[in-house]
């Protein structure tokens, strides 16, 4: 694997017509002969970045380098890559060996070399002497071969596929990731595999590219995309996990679900984390040993291992094991402490810059994100600020020239509330994803501005509910 | 079972009894009037004679020129707006679809005598450019029974297969010729059949644009109305066969996509 970078995306942002933003500022490197898969779930760009790669969407900012040249501007028939499609898109008027040759006749490529090649990719594909065949006799897996094939003859640089697997079956699928890493080894050439699915993504890369909401979340091997997700996006997206919300103890010392954990992360005291913990990481022990209590209330066989959710007080933890244990059973939880893995609290949730609007008796106005909430002045700032004959003054009693105070106004997930009535709180938006932190949920609502909002809330609401955001105005932090 | 086979067989009566009162006792009356003399014997003088008869023949050529003229015009005109109503800015948006099937809602010739004064208007006298008006007409009336079809069969064209025209390296052109055009040819095809025919034997715009009868439909008319059933038949006979070629050669070009 040489070491240059063969795709470059600098600060790559995609906006459409409608000004919805779909790739926010991405920046990624992608070596010369490196497997990398984009991973997301739908929605969060990563078939816009494929196509922005294969030239089919222009970037509404930003460049896009092939071997260090800007290939932006070029049309997709200039650009050194190929494309495998979702749905295959073979040519249905042409037969196997015509929609095998279709890039090479363009090229202008001779008979003779021509049948060479397309009996060589055939040969790659394991489908010899399919050559006559008409595409529409053709099985699901054997049309992603000759669609694979269609776009290897061409000896592109990259190689890029968009969820080529996700119209097989279970067994097709599994066997065609092996081959599609087989044909990566014995091809050479760099392979962009897009897909939403991470077990999928994990099998197959050598790189992983973590992508949500127009932003990616982390890039890494599929070893440290697992054992040390980015933030909790990542860990809840990969695989399964038991996430909590803590405080870091001195030593090496964190406390979260009530008890006190040993860590190999180190953080100063006092930060908030959230603690990540793989099912497969806990023991489940005898009564009374290990560091937390709790009963058994579910258990799943899944063929290799039991599923078994255990409740310890209010919090509950998933626990894959491979010995059958009771529903109503008393247990003890050990979880050593390099398996938990420790990501720091995102303290930018909910900090959003506001201004005061208008300065009323003895409130003001103070317009943030969507909101606009009516606050006494002794809230604004811990009470720096007085109001005299309708001005706002500073504490050495000079007045503010309001345009020139922006205020940093935050909350605290946990003090705010969902309202199923979009209409109550400060202000209304649609639930566009969730997580499961051990003895809550944390909601991240956008409103249709395009502003998102955290709120941990102890019942379960759907993706794509619209609710209200109650926050009392007592628990909005201002600062300057 | 059977009785569910029994009484599916009913269910097919209607339809045969239609098409035994409709389409193939007519089609029997024509052949035998088409190949009998007026004392109702066996003969191909009519046969021969349509093929030998200057004014037969003439008008035959004659219509096909007016129609092949008028599906070619209609193809070139129809395509483009075809294909920008399926994939231009306007996709999904069948409003703008309506604009050019609308005109069929009105009369036939009553269009016709409103395209007549639009051409009045800019040319003064029509009857002037009799042939170059006619096409006009003809072209105005049969569009939109050539966008419908290839319409529909430029919706039914996955984008991913263009797209994968241009990925294998492509240029649009080449991928318009390559793929776009190939795989419209059931809509081509059948917007061809829907225009050309009945180009052919329509006599109204003929009439009434050019005050002529030389097309092959006033000519059925102007035997029937002169009581000459047989020589009036075999036109129709003839017409038939054309109709029947065509479909077979049309059918061939849809199933074996490649030529």
């Given at each position: 694997m040489a070491d240059t970078n063969i795709i470059e995306l600098v600060n790559v942002s995609k906006s459409y017509d409608n000004n919805t933003e779909v790739i926010k500022d991405i920046n990624l490197q992608i070596k010369e002969g490196e497997f990398v898969t984009l991973l997301g779930p739908s929605g969060c760009g990563k078939t816009t970045i494929l196509r922005m790669i294969g030239g089919f969407d222009s970037p509404t900012t930003g460049k896009i380098l092939l071997d260090g040249k800007d290939i932006s501007p070029l049309t997709?028939?200039?650009?050194?890559?190929?494309?495998?499609?979702?749905?295959?898109?073979?040519?249905?008027?042409?037969?196997?060996?015509?929609?095998?040759?279709?890039?090479?006749?363009?090229?202008?490529?001779?008979?003779?070399?021509?049948?060479?090649?397309?009996?060589?990719?055939?040969?790659?594909?394991?489908?010899?002497?399919?050559?006559?065949?008409?595409?529409?006799?053709?099985?699901?897996?054997?049309?992603?071969?000759?669609?694979?094939?269609?776009?290897?003859?061409?000896?592109?640089?990259?190689?890029?596929?968009?969820?080529?697997?996700?119209?097989?079956?279970?067994?097709?699928?599994?066997?065609?990731?092996l081959e599609l890493k087989s044909m990566h080894?014995?091809?050479?050439?760099?392979?962009?595999?897009?897909?939403?699915?991470?077990?999928?993504?994990?099998?197959?890369?050598?790189?992983?590219?973590?992508?949500?909401?127009?932003?990616?979340?982390?890039?890494?091997?599929?070893?440290?995309?697992?054992?040390?997700?980015?933030?909790?996006?990542?860990?809840?997206?990969?695989?399964?996990?038991?996430?909590?919300?803590?405080?870091?103890?001195?030593?090496?010392?964190?406390?979260?679900?009530?008890?006190?954990?040993?860590?190999?992360?180190?953080?100063?005291?006092?930060?908030?984390?959230?603690?990540?913990?793989?099912?497969?990481?806990?023991?489940?022990?005898?009564?009374?040993?290990?560091?937390?209590?709790g009963v058994v209330t579910s258990v799943d066989f899944k063929g290799t291992f039991y599923v078994t959710f255990v409740q310890c007080g209010q919090y509950e933890m998933e626990v894959h094991c491979f010995e059958l244990h009771h529903e109503n059973e008393e247990v003890g939880l050990k979880i050593d402490p390099d398996m938990i893995h420790i990501i720091k609290y995102d303290m930018t949730l909910n900090h959003y810059e506001g201004r005061i609007v208008n300065v009323l008796e003895k409130t003001v106005e103070l317009k943030f994100a969507d909101a606009l909430v009516e606050m006494p002045v002794t809230a604004i700032c811990d009470g720096k600020f007085t109001i005299s004959n309708g001005e706002l003054m500073d504490s050495g009693k000079n007045a503010v020239d309001l345009n020139e105070l922006i205020l940093d106004v935050s909350f605290d997930p946990a003090k705010a509330q969902l309202s199923d009535n979009a209409k109550d709180g400060m202000v209304s938006g649609e639930i566009v994803s969730f997580y499961y932190i051990g003895d809550h949920y944390s909601y991240t609502v956008r409103s249709k501005n395009d502003i998102d909002y955290v709120v941990d809330d102890e019942y379960l609401w759907n993706q794509g509910d619209k609710v209200g955001i109650i926050v009392p105005r007592n628990l909005i932090r201002t600062a300057l | 079972m059977n009785n569910k086979n029994t009484l599916s067989t009913y269910y097919v009566l209607p339809y045969i009894i239609f098409s035994v009162l409709f389409i193939l006792l007519p089609l029997f009356v024509v052949l035998y009037y088409g190949f009998t003399d007026r004392t109702g014997h066996l003969s191909l003088a009519n046969f021969i004679h349509f093929f030998t008869n200057s004014r037969t023949i003439g008008t035959f050529f004659y219509s096909v020129v007016i129609a092949f003229l008028t599906t070619l015009f209609c193809l070139l005109l129809a395509y483009p707006i075809a294909?920008?109503?399926?994939?231009?800015?306007?996709?999904?948006?069948?409003?703008?679809l309506l604009v050019f099937v609308l005109p069929m809602w009105i009369n036939f010739t009553?269009?016709?005598?409103?395209?007549?004064?639009?051409?009045?208007?800019?040319?003064?006298?029509?009857?002037?450019?009799?042939?170059?008006?006619?096409?006009?007409?003809?072209?105005?009336?049969?569009?939109?029974?050539?966008?419908?079809?290839?319409?529909?069969?430029?919706?039914?064209?996955?984008?991913?297969?263009?797209?994968?025209?241009?990925?294998?390296?492509?240029?649009?052109?080449?991928?318009?010729?390559k793929v776009i055009i190939p795989l419209t040819i059931p809509g081509i095809v059948s917007g061809v059949?829907?225009?050309?025919?009945?180009?052919?034997?329509?006599?109204?715009?003929?009439?009434?644009?050019?005050?002529?009868?030389?097309?092959?439909?006033?000519?059925?008319?102007?035997?029937?109305?002169?009581?000459?059933?047989?020589?009036?038949?075999?036109?129709?006979?003839?017409?038939?066969?054309?109709?029947?070629?065509?479909?077979?050669?049309?059918?061939?070009?849809i199933n074996n996509k490649k030529w």
């Amino acid at each position: 694997m040489a070491d240059t970078n063969i795709i470059e995306l600098v600060n790559v942002s995609k906006s459409y017509d409608n000004n919805t933003e779909v790739i926010k500022d991405i920046n990624l490197q992608i070596k010369e002969g490196e497997f990398v898969t984009l991973l997301g779930p739908s929605g969060c760009g990563k078939t816009t970045i494929l196509r922005m790669i294969g030239g089919f969407d222009s970037p509404t900012t930003g460049k896009i380098l092939l071997d260090g040249k800007d290939i932006s501007p070029l049309t997709p028939d200039k650009r050194p890559v190929n494309t495998v499609f979702q749905k295959y898109a073979l040519f249905p008027h042409l037969n196997v060996y015509d929609n095998i040759a279709f890039g090479l006749n363009l090229k202008g490529v001779s008979k003779a070399e021509c049948d060479e090649k397309v009996k060589n990719v055939l040969d790659i594909v394991d489908l010899e002497g399919f050559e006559e065949r008409q595409i529409n006799t053709l099985s699901g897996g054997q049309q992603q071969r000759i669609a694979i094939a269609r776009a290897i003859v061409n000896e592109p640089k990259v190689l890029l596929l968009d969820e080529p697997l996700s119209a097989l079956d279970y067994k097709m699928r599994k066997e065609m990731q092996l081959e599609l890493k087989s044909m990566h080894k014995l091809l050479g050439i760099t392979f962009i595999f897009v897909t939403h699915d991470q077990e999928e993504a994990l099998t197959m890369s050598d790189k992983v590219v973590v992508l949500a909401d127009g932003m990616i979340q982390q890039v890494g091997t599929p070893e440290d995309i697992y054992n040390e997700p980015a933030n909790v996006f990542v860990a809840d997206f990969i695989g399964e996990s038991n996430i909590f919300n803590g405080t870091m103890l001195e030593d090496k010392k964190a406390s979260f679900a009530e008890a006190v954990f040993q860590t190999v992360d180190d953080y100063p005291r006092g930060t908030k984390i959230d603690a990540v913990i793989r099912p497969e990481d806990v023991d489940i022990v005898k009564p009374g040993e290990g560091q937390l209590q709790g009963v058994v209330t579910s258990v799943d066989f899944k063929g290799t291992f039991y599923v078994t959710f255990v409740q310890c007080g209010q919090y509950e933890m998933e626990v894959h094991c491979f010995e059958l244990h009771h529903e109503n059973e008393e247990v003890g939880l050990k979880i050593d402490p390099d398996m938990i893995h420790i990501i720091k609290y995102d303290m930018t949730l909910n900090h959003y810059e506001g201004r005061i609007v208008n300065v009323l008796e003895k409130t003001v106005e103070l317009k943030f994100a969507d909101a606009l909430v009516e606050m006494p002045v002794t809230a604004i700032c811990d009470g720096k600020f007085t109001i005299s004959n309708g001005e706002l003054m500073d504490s050495g009693k000079n007045a503010v020239d309001l345009n020139e105070l922006i205020l940093d106004v935050s909350f605290d997930p946990a003090k705010a509330q969902l309202s199923d009535n979009a209409k109550d709180g400060m202000v209304s938006g649609e639930i566009v994803s969730f997580y499961y932190i051990g003895d809550h949920y944390s909601y991240t609502v956008r409103s249709k501005n395009d502003i998102d909002y955290v709120v941990d809330d102890e019942y379960l609401w759907n993706q794509g509910d619209k609710v209200g955001i109650i926050v009392p105005r007592n628990l909005i932090r201002t600062a300057l | 079972m059977n009785n569910k086979n029994t009484l599916s067989t009913y269910y097919v009566l209607p339809y045969i009894i239609f098409s035994v009162l409709f389409i193939l006792l007519p089609l029997f009356v024509v052949l035998y009037y088409g190949f009998t003399d007026r004392t109702g014997h066996l003969s191909l003088a009519n046969f021969i004679h349509f093929f030998t008869n200057s004014r037969t023949i003439g008008t035959f050529f004659y219509s096909v020129v007016i129609a092949f003229l008028t599906t070619l015009f209609c193809l070139l005109l129809a395509y483009p707006i075809a294909y920008i109503l399926a994939k231009g800015v306007y996709r999904g948006r069948h409003s703008f679809l309506l604009v050019f099937v609308l005109p069929m809602w009105i009369n036939f010739t009553l269009r016709v005598t409103a395209l007549k004064e639009i051409l009045t208007y800019f040319e003064g006298n029509i009857a002037m450019h009799p042939f170059f008006n006619t096409i006009i007409c003809m072209v105005y009336d049969f569009l939109p029974f050539m966008i419908l079809p290839i319409f529909n069969s430029i919706v039914k064209l996955d984008d991913s297969l263009i797209e994968a025209g241009y990925d294998l390296g492509a240029t649009k052109f080449q991928t318009f010729v390559k793929v776009i055009i190939p795989l419209t040819i059931p809509g081509i095809v059948s917007g061809v059949t829907m225009v050309f025919l009945p180009a052919m034997t329509n006599y109204v715009v003929l009439d009434m644009v050019y005050n002529s009868t030389y097309i092959m439909g006033s000519l059925i008319g102007s035997y029937f109305s002169s009581y000459d059933w047989n020589n009036g038949s075999i036109i129709s006979a003839v017409l038939l066969i054309v109709i029947g070629l065509m479909t077979i050669i049309s059918n061939h070009l849809i199933n074996n996509k490649k030529w």
